[in-house]
């Protein structure tokens, strides 16, 4: 798929101290990895060091099923980067993983820039690669699960 | 009273603002402007300025405490304050922090302090430009997600699903900052009306923020003295005693970026302080006269006074409106200088003189009687913070 968002803008890449290296390296090959605490099953995010439920500094990765509901959102038509001059319209969604914890994650919403979003909504992430950007890198973007 | 209180032990003996600018258009260069604004403080108590032994600030505020120190030839430094994290959520908490200092015997006269020229160093309305980004940063620029509007956004359209609260309610905020700095001269957008019309022709920002439900830009400083009570009944004005003053957030409430994953979105996060800001200063919502209520965007005030106590959420449509919130008589007089839409982003420093203002009947849209005297700081950052002000007649 092509990009949702013009290129341009800021390439997100793992900190220095790697702590969040492998969520990355997860979306490059389409995997979502969130952190769970081993010891109590919690799910954890965004990156961490300590689990905040027992403060134990092992902490997990785990791959998740890539689907979430829509927990709320904003449709962006002021544009705050060169980048995005032209880009206005975009939807961004805040996507709530039920079968992970209730964690939630960030995103947008793919399709019409227009559509009318709704609270509550099934999504499924879509895994958008940059293989040539530099350094490469991949988002988790998302999309409406209709119902079949 | 508690040992462990603040409660009429301190309070504001002098407020002071340059000349409020649009963000660029200052003359003077930012340091200037602050000084300005501390002798202007000064000059409104009628105290010396080379008293002043304490600073307190917030959102790493670009003048630090030794450099203004010596340029003022104070004479001896006691107390050298930043409050942490949270941006304009530290307006009150640098209030609160000044009060503890004098109340505890760490300094004797605190100036509160907020200086922004944007123009000569950089807007907060912009995104980031690095090449790359890392940690909660990367988490959301990539998605276009960058500005203050837009990481806040989502927080409010979460509370008008979960409230069935439409733009109406945004909408009577911005009217009533606007309809209050018709009356203030010093207000940026004096003479610059709002009406409904204007209001719902306006461009989106981001939904559900207009134009006007995002504040200002400014160039400016303000300054405000802090004092113990008894110092403060020998100065030139009518004291505004501290009542009680809070700061803080509740659980797992993250930093900017990484708001979206804060479990409790749908809040400006006041609302763990709420109860222990009316606990210590022994009055209720009800026993408020007037409020000054951060608006960084509107729907930031509308979680704001559902978290003090002034309405529930589900009466948010039909609490806010313009007539319930304009001096002199609406129901709950709201940012009665203009605040941060209208008067000036003084980064909502502004808004603590307000409520001084209002208490020693100086406001330019002035409720009657104020003895119970409200301004927040923050919403939807973290930590957000509170200080309740009172008249004589409260202690």
Not at chain 2, 214 to 235: P, T
Request: hydrophobic letters at 40%; one cysteine or more.
């Amino acid at each position: 798929m092509s990009a949702y968002l013009p290129p341009g803008l800021p390439i997100p890449v793992p900190e220095r101290n790697g702590l969040s290296a492998p969520y990355w390296e997860g979306l490059r090959q389409g995997v979502l990895k969130v952190q769970r605490n081993p010891r109590t099953g919690l799910y954890q995010w965004p990156p961490q060091w300590i689990a905040y439920d027992d403060q134990g500094f092992e902490l997990d990765w785990v791959e998740v099923a890539p689907r979430g509901r829509i927990y709320s959102w904003t449709r962006v038509w002021h544009p705050v980067h060169p980048a995005l001059e032209d880009a206005c319209p975009y939807i961004v969604v805040v996507v709530e993983l039920p079968h992970a914890g209730n964690v939630r994650m960030l995103g947008n919403l793919l399709g019409d820039p227009r559509q009318s979003v709704r609270i509550g909504a099934d999504v499924e992430a879509v895994f958008e690669h940059h293989p040539d950007a530099e350094p490469p890198y991949s988002l988790a973007q998302w999309r409406v699960v209709h119902a079949s | 009273m508690s040992e462990r209180s603040l409660r009429g032990r301190v309070a504001v003996a002098g407020v002071g603002e340059t000349q409020y600018y649009r963000h660029g258009q200052a003359p003077e260069p930012e340091f200037v402007l602050c000084l300005k604004a501390i002798l202007a403080a000064c000059a409104d108590a009628g105290l010396d300025p080379t008293d002043i032994d304490g600073f307190a600030s917030y959102s790493n505020d670009r003048n630090d405490p030794p450099t203004l120190a010596t340029a003022l030839g104070v004479k001896e430094l006691r107390f050298s304050n930043m409050q942490w994290g949270g941006g304009g959520g530290g307006g009150a908490g640098a209030v609160a922090n000044a009060a503890a200092a004098v109340a505890t015997g760490l300094a004797d006269c605190v100036v509160v302090y907020r200086a922004l020229a944007q123009g000569q160093f950089g807007r907060f309305g912009q995104g980031p430009r690095a090449p790359t980004l890392s940690g909660d940063l990367a988490l959301t620029v990539p998605y276009g997600q960058m500005s203050p509007a837009q990481w806040y956004a989502p927080k409010v359209t979460r509370f008008m699903h979960e409230h069935d609260v439409g733009q109406a309610a945004l909408r009577a905020i911005a009217l009533a900052s606007y309809h209050h700095a018709q009356s203030n001269p010093r207000a940026v957008m004096y003479g610059r009306p709002l009406t409904e019309a204007a209001y719902d022709a306006s461009r989106w920002i981001t939904e559900p923020f207009h134009l006007y439900d995002c504040c200002q830009e400014n160039d400016g400083a303000a300054a405000l003295i802090v004092v113990s009570a008894a110092r403060a009944r020998d100065l030139k004005q009518t004291p505004a005693y501290v009542l009680a003053a809070a700061i803080g957030a509740g659980f797992r409430v993250h930093s900017t970026p990484a708001g979206f994953a804060t479990p409790d979105l749908a809040s400006s996060h006041f609302q763990t302080l709420a109860p222990r800001l009316y606990a210590m200063a022994g009055v209720g919502p009800a026993d408020v006269d007037v409020v000054q209520c951060y608006e960084n965007f509107t729907g930031g005030v509308l979680m704001s006074l559902v978290e003090h106590g002034f309405f529930a959420p589900d009466e948010a449509m039909d609490f806010l409106t313009l007539e319930n919130l304009i001096a002199p008589c609406g129901k709950l007089p709201l940012n009665t200088s203009g605040g941060n839409l209208a008067e000036c982003y003084m980064h909502g420093l502004e808004l603590q003189i307000e409520a001084v203002r209002q208490l020693r009947g100086q406001s330019t849209a002035q409720v009657p009687d104020v003895n119970v005297s409200l301004a927040a700081a923050g919403p939807m950052v973290t930590p957000v913070s509170t200080v309740l002000f009172g008249s004589e007649a409260t202690l």
